[in-house]
């Protein structure tokens, strides 16, 4: 059995022995290889260049920490609309010279070093009125740092500046005197001030026929446009007529509190209101009136039908589904002939 398992398991084969052999011969190539090329020597960074570059590093930081000088000649001195010219302005850095906020420019602005958004910002506010009235307003200035008013304050010089001043305080008083003026009038004083403006005329609104008028007509009502005008008609027109200035105020849309305003501007008259002969209408037509419908016109047709011709209107409160509220509603459209 132990030969048996030798033989099996640890004899090899022509094959496995080649195979070990090539493993073996690879591993050793590997492991000799380095020492066949050994590495390249680091070359050693000359004495001489370190120094260069040191000198260079405290050249630049030197220059970093030197103050910012103001290059503000007599020659730039300020004069309204003008800024030094473009010979005088260094682009790298901001040239500081006096200036009015309310008469310079955004190239103006950019040259004293903000920025192209800001002095956008701030030509935009004095385009709508805006005014400068005191250096220290500039700190008021949407998007201009701290440090930016702190150094641009010194050369602001507001420029006939009197005329502004003297408006607002002009107002000022006005306002003033309205509340002066305003108190003493809910002290039950009479008022020093007495407004000069005539009284508001009003005019009668002119009355409307709501069963003739058009929407040329109705469209002179307050409140009501072309579409509520137009809306009144066809919902006239769906009835055959409006027996009540009350009935506009059922029109789909019309608010309660317009109907209210023009309601006492309406007239209505009875006679040009459609009406239905119920001893002969049949129920397709009868079904079209808003009030009406299918199930009460039905009702009424075979109401007829079963008992004969109506004698009266009033025999329509007959019929179960006609209640005495949708009788008032329907009698003014309906007649018996």
Same mark, same amino acid.
């Given at each position: 059995?132990?030969?048996?398992?030798?033989?099996?398991?640890?004899?090899?084969?022509? $094959?496995?022995?080649?195979?070990?052999?090539?493993?073996?011969?690879?591993?050793?190539?590997?492991?000799?290889?380095?020492?066949?090329? +050994?590495?390249?020597?680091?070359? %050693?960074?000359?004495?001489? @260049?370190?120094?260069?570059?040191?000198?260079?590093?405290?050249?630049?930081?030197?220059?970093?920490?030197?103050?910012?000088?103001?290059?503000? !000649?007599k020659k730039n001195e300020y004069k309204p609309g003008s800024y030094p010219?473009?010979?005088?302005?260094?682009?790298? $850095?901001?040239?500081?010279?006096?200036?009015?906020?309310?008469?310079? *420019?955004?190239?103006?602005? @950019?040259?004293?070093?903000?920025? @192209?958004? !800001?002095?956008?910002?701030?030509?935009?506010?004095?385009? /709508? #009125?805006? /005014?400068?009235?005191?250096?220290? *307003?500039?700190?008021?200035?949407?998007?201009?740092?701290?440090?930016?008013?702190?150094?641009?304050?010194?050369?602001?010089?507001?420029?006939?500046?009197?005329?502004? =001043?003297?408006?607002?305080? *002009?107002?000022?008083?006005?306002? =003033?005197?309205?509340?002066?003026?305003?108190?003493?009038?809910?002290?039950? *004083?009479?008022?020093?001030?007495?407004?000069?403006?005539?009284?508001?005329?009003?005019?009668?609104?002119? %009355?409307?026929?709501?069963?003739?008028?058009?929407?040329?007509?109705?469209?002179?009502? +307050?409140?009501?446009?072309?579409?509520?005008?137009?809306?009144i008609v066809n919902f006239r027109d769906k009835l055959g007529g409006f027996?009540?200035? $009350?009935?506009?105020?059922?029109?789909? #849309?019309? +608010?309660?509190? !317009?109907?209210?305003?023009?309601?006492?501007?309406?007239?209505?008259?009875?006679?040009?209101? /459609?009406?239905?002969?119920?001893?002969?209408?049949?129920?397709?037509?009868?079904? %079209?009136?808003?009030?009406?419908?299918?199930?009460?016109?039905?009702?009424?047709?075979?109401?007829?039908? %079963?008992?004969?011709?109506?004698?009266?209107? =009033?025999?329509?409160?007959?019929?179960?589904?006609? !209640?005495?509220?949708?009788? @008032?509603?329907? $009698?003014?459209?309906?007649?018996?002939?």
């Amino acid at each position: 059995m132990w030969k048996n398992f030798v033989k099996d398991y640890l004899s090899f084969t022509k $094959k496995d022995r080649v195979g070990v052999i090539v493993l073996v011969t690879l591993i050793f190539i590997v492991v000799l290889l380095p020492y066949a090329w +050994p590495a390249k020597k680091v070359k %050693q960074a000359d004495p001489q @260049e370190i120094e260069k570059i040191k000198l260079l590093a405290a050249e630049l930081n030197k220059a970093n920490d030197a103050p910012a000088s103001s290059s503000y !000649t007599k020659k730039n001195e300020y004069k309204p609309g003008s800024y030094p010219t473009t010979k005088d302005y260094d682009k790298d $850095k901001a040239v500081l010279f006096y200036f009015d906020p309310n008469t310079l *420019d955004a190239a103006g602005w @950019e040259r004293l070093g903000v920025r @192209e958004k !800001t002095a956008a910002t701030i030509v935009k506010y004095i385009s /709508k #009125g805006g /005014k400068f009235r005191k250096p220290e *307003d500039i700190s008021k200035i949407y998007g201009l740092f701290k440090d930016e008013v702190a150094r641009l304050m010194p050369y602001v010089k507001i420029v006939a500046q009197a005329n502004v =001043e003297k408006k607002y305080y *002009d107002d000022k008083r006005i306002d =003033e005197k309205y509340l002066n003026e305003k108190k003493r009038y809910f002290n039950n *004083d009479k008022p020093a001030y007495t407004s000069t403006y005539p009284a508001k005329k009003t005019f009668p609104l002119k %009355q409307i026929e709501i069963n003739t008028a058009d929407t040329s007509v109705l469209i002179a009502l +307050p409140g009501i446009g072309s579409k509520l005008a137009a809306r009144i008609v066809n919902f006239r027109d769906k009835l055959g007529g409006f027996y009540s200035v $009350k009935q506009v105020g059922e029109t789909y #849309g019309l +608010p309660d509190s !317009t109907f209210s305003k023009i309601q006492s501007s309406l007239q209505c008259n009875h006679a040009a209101v /459609k009406q239905f002969n119920i001893n002969t209408v049949d129920a397709n037509t009868l079904k %079209q009136h808003p009030y009406i419908r299918w199930n009460l016109a039905n009702a009424i047709v075979q109401y007829r039908a %079963q008992h004969g011709n109506f004698k009266s209107i =009033e025999d329509l409160q007959l019929i179960a589904v006609i !209640t005495p509220d949708i009788f @008032e509603k329907v $009698k003014a459209y309906l007649v018996v002939q």
